[in-house]
C-alpha cells in the first residue's frame, strides 16, 4: 500500500521503559506530523517537520519526547521513562506541501497504541 | 483552552435518521476540515472550506462554514450504519500548517 504506515501497532511497556514509535510516511511527502489521542480528547499536536528539520516542536509535552526524521522520509518518536500519561494512540500524518497554504491534505496512519502500566 | 468545540460529543440515532453535528469557535479560522475516523484507523478527510458561507455537498453529507469562519456544520442525511465513525473538525489559522482539532463527535447509526 501507499498510505502512511507506523509501526508497532500496539506497544505495552513498563512505567519507566523508554519506547520508540516508527512512521513511514507517503513517499514523496515532505510535510510529517506527530499527533497524540488520548480517550475522550482531541488530537493533540505534538511536532511538526517539514524535510528533515522540525521548525515547530511546541506540543512535545516534557523533555521526555523527542522526535527525528531521517532522509526527509522515516520519523522516530521517542518517549523515555514512560509514564503511565503517557498511555494513548499516537497518529502520524504526511502532506504533500506542494505550496504555501494550509488547506492541506493530512493522511493519517493508523496510529501506535501505547500502553504504559 | 479548547478552541475549537463540537457538540454533541456523542449521538446515537437509527438508521434513516437525520442529524446535524457543530463545531465552534470563538477564534477565525482562514480554513476547516473535517475528518472520521473509524475505530483502530487514522482520521481520514471528508472535506475542506475555505470561504465564509461555503456549503459542500458529498452525497448525503452536506458541510457549512459559517459567514465569519468561525463555525461550521456537518449535517447528514438518511444515516446508514456505515456513517459510524468519530467525526472531527480541524481549524487552521493564517498561514500556520498547525491544525487545531476539536475533540470530536462519535456517532453511532443503529440499523
Known amino acids: 500500500g501507499a498510505g502512511v504506515s507506523q509501526s508497532p501497532s500496539n506497544k505495552v511497556t513498563e512505567k519507566g521503559k523508554d519506547v520508540e514509535l516508527r512512521c513511514d510516511p507517503i513517499s514523496g511527502h515532505t510535510a510529517l506530523y506527530w499527533y497524540r489521542q488520548s480517550l475522550g480528547q482531541g488530537l493533540e499536536f505534538l511536532i511538526y517537520?517539514?524535510?528533515?528539520?522540525?521548525?515547530?516542536k511546541s506540543g512535545l509535552p516534557s523533555d521526555r519526547f523527542s522526535a527525528e526524521r531521517t532522509g526527509g522520509s522515516v520519523s522516530t518518536l521517542t518517549i523515555q521513562r514512560t509514564q503511565q500519561e503517557d498511555s494513548a494512540v499516537y497518529l502520524c500524518?504526511?502532506?504533500?506541501?506542494?505550496?504555501?497554504?494550509?488547506?492541506?491534505?493530512?493522511?493519517f496512519g493508523p496510529g501506535t497504541r501505547l500502553t504504559v502500566l | 483552552t479548547q478552541l475549537l468545540e463540537q457538540s454533541p460529543q456523542f449521538l446515537s440515532i437509527q438508521e434513516g435518521e437525520n442529524l446535524t453535528v457543530y463545531c465552534n469557535s470563538s477564534?477565525?479560522?482562514?480554513?476547516l476540515q473535517w475528518y472520521r475516523q473509524e475505530p483502530g484507523e487514522g482520521p481520514v478527510l471528508l472535506v475542506t472550506?475555505?470561504?465564509?458561507?461555503e456549503v459542500k455537498k458529498l452525497k448525503r453529507l452536506t458541510f457549512q462554514f459559517g459567514d465569519a469562519r468561525k463555525d461550521s456544520s456537518l449535517h447528514i442525511t438518511a444515516a446508514q450504519p456505515g456513517d459510524t465513525g468519530l467525526y472531527l473538525c480541524?481549524?487552521?489559522?493564517?498561514?500556520?500548517?498547525?491544525?487545531?482539532f476539536g475533540k470530536g463527535t462519535l456517532l453511532t447509526v443503529n440499523p
Open positions: 477564534s477565525v479560522f482562514s480554513s
Open positions: 472550506v475555505v470561504t465564509g458561507g
Open positions: 517537520f517539514q524535510g528533515n528539520s522540525a521548525p515547530d
Open positions: 480541524a481549524g487552521a489559522r493564517g498561514s500556520n500548517y498547525k491544525l487545531t
Open positions: 500524518a504526511s502532506t504533500p506541501r506542494l505550496g504555501r497554504g494550509n488547506t492541506d491534505t493530512q493522511y
